[in-house]
């Protein structure tokens, strides 16, 4: 793949936050995504939480890039972000800083599908971090 511009992330960015702004967008919660609703689980956080995380996200929270793994769509283009924040624990008291793992899919229809929305399982590059 060729090196993306962050200015091609800002783009696509404001684009996902617009749509998203607009209730234009589903975080996924089906059976296939258990680390989604582990978030839920394990944390007091809803759906106005999540939508002010997703709105927070910016340009430098940009990872990756990759092909959508299912059969007859690998034409679609995911991209990742990650983002730290507080959060309290479902069971107990404390507040943690927890780092998630975000995931996107802008349909062509004007409707993104937030396919990861959870804890990171493994540290994530951010290639226009300083």
């Keep these: 793949m060729n090196q993306i511009t962050i200015k091609e992330i800002?783009?696509?960015l404001d684009e996902v936050l617009e749509l998203i702004r607009k209730d234009k967008y589903r975080i996924d919660t089906n059976n296939r995504r258990q680390h989604n609703i582990d978030l839920y689980t394990n944390y007091?956080?809803?759906?106005r939480l999540s939508k002010e995380i997703l709105l927070s996200l910016q340009p430098d929270d940009f990872s990756g890039i990759v092909s959508n793994e299912h059969s007859g769509y690998e034409y679609e283009k995911?991209?990742?972000?990650?983002k730290t924040v507080s959060l309290i624990e479902r069971f107990g008291?404390?507040?943690k800083q927890v780092s998630l793992y975000i995931k996107?899919?802008?349909l062509d229809n004007g409707f993104v599908i937030v396919i990861s929305f959870h804890e990171e399982d493994?540290?994530?590059y951010f290639p226009f971090r300083k």
């Design 93 to 95: 008291d404390n507040e």
């Design 44 to 47: 007091v956080i809803d759906e």
């Design 10 to 12: 800002e783009n696509y």
């Design 78 to 82: 995911l991209y990742i972000f990650g």
């Design 104 to 106: 996107f899919n802008k």
């Design 122 to 124: 493994y540290p994530l």
